[in-house]
């Protein structure tokens, strides 16, 4: 018999468990069409940043502005220019044109830096037919003066904020940089998001001893990101009343059967397909399937979670237990090749 594959994830009824996440390819029309078309049972659009709005705003602005200072009535009156699309009316597009060409929900991705701009921008996107919102948010809490209680409480205004204007379910896109993870979760989730996104990806910035100058940089992920996420499913898993995903090091089925396991209802992924293309959702769909025959699971369902905090026999095992094991383990590992243990 073959396993059912079928999940539901922020409500939504979705026809397998592998979702493409945040990413280049989900931004064209093109890509996305391949990646329904390899399997993948849902959408997250790249994210809508406010600030690019904004920047583009001025733009224009000053772009209608040119020329009216240098006569005195050059000040009555404008430029004619054409009607510029904005990165928004292009972002609100997208997401109208991809729901309409897919049969597969599409979410769209929203990062914004006033509890203003949150609250439009998820309006509109809900209004151009976006199946669910996932709330990007990277607050780098780099202000000593702010605490965590402080950082804690602008997240949670914004998804009471966002809760309160949209009635189609939001994910968060939550950072692990939290001194009490697990109370955050089940704060957020208690603010009305419908599933949790574990985790975002704060990229890095780099030094370029060349230039002397520091640079954003952007790397692929590899393999071993997805042992932190796959830790905090374990431990939230039947433990926060929303769904989860998991966002991380997915880059083989192997991955994707681990993340299941662990208690991801979805399991997402932007790199492995970066690298592979869009195609490569149908070979981790093909082995989630096979590993699942061939252990004599029925559904996706009844895999998730089966190796969570709660179901495992050692339960430690995903918190501190084996910390002092694994660094002897380690030792005993690496150290051989450099020194005589007995000396
Ligand atoms: C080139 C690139 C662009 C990305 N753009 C976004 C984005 O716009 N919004 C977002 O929430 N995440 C974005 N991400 C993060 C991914 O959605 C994902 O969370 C992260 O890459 C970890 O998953 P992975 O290991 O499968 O790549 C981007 C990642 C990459 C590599």
Redesign the pocket.
């Known amino acids: 018999m073959t396993a059912n594959l079928r999940c539901r994830y922020l409500g939504l009824d979705l026809t397998g468990p592998i979702v493409a996440?945040?990413?280049?390819l989900?931004?064209r029309l093109d890509t996305l069409q391949r990646l329904e078309d390899a399997g993948a049972s849902a959408v997250?659009?790249?994210?809508l940043?406010e600030e690019e709005i904004i920047a583009t705003a001025f733009h224009l602005h000053d772009m209608h502005g040119q020329g009216t200072g240098v006569f005195a009535e050059a000040n009555s009156y404008l430029p004619d220019l054409p009607e510029m699309p904005t990165d928004a009316d292009r972002y609100l597009d997208l997401v109208a044109d991809a729901r309409e060409r897919l049969s597969i929900p599409v979410i769209a991705?929203l990062?914004g830096m006033s509890a203003g701009g949150w609250v439009r921008y998820a309006t509109e996107l809900a209004q151009a037919g976006a199946s669910a919102i996932?709330l990007?948010v990277?607050l780098m809490a780099a202000d000593p003066a702010d605490t965590a209680a402080t950082v804690e409480d602008r997240l949670l205004d914004l998804v009471l904020a966002v809760r309160a204007a949209v009635a189609i379910p939001i994910a968060v896109?939550l950072s692990p940089y939290f001194s009490a993870l697990g109370n955050v979760a089940e704060a957020v989730a208690g603010a009305g998001a419908d599933g949790l996104?574990l985790?975002?990806?704060f990229?890095q910035p780099e030094i370029d001893l060349q230039t002397l100058t520091v640079v954003p940089s952007?790397?692929?992920?590899?393999q071993a990101?997805?042992r932190l996420p796959l830790r905090w499913i374990g431990v939230l898993h039947n433990r926060v009343p929303c769904s989860l995903a998991l966002?991380?090091?997915?880059?083989n089925w192997a991955d994707a059967v681990k993340g299941l396991l662990a208690g991801a209802d979805v399991v997402?992924?932007?790199?492995?397909?970066?690298r592979l293309g869009p195609e490569h959702v149908r070979e981790l769909l093909r082995g989630v399937s096979t590993w699942l025959d061939e252990n004599d699971y029925e559904s996706v369902e009844q895999l998730c979670g089966s190796m969570s905090q709660q179901s495992v026999p050692d339960p430690d095992v995903y918190e501190r237990s084996n910390y002092l094991k694994v660094l002897r383990h380690g030792s005993a590992k690496y150290l051989p090749q450099f020194v005589r243990l007995e000396d």
């Not at 997250?44 to 994210?47: A, C, E, H, K, T």
């Not at 997402?268 to 970066?274: G, I, N, P, V």
Request: proline share 5%; glycine share 10%; net charge negative.
């Open positions: 996440s945040a990413g280049p989900t931004g997250v659009l790249p994210s940043f991705s990062n996932e990007n990277y896109k996104v985790f975002n990806r990229y952007l790397d692929l992920s590899t990101d997805l966002s991380g090091g997915v880059h997402m992924t932007t790199s492995a397909l970066l």
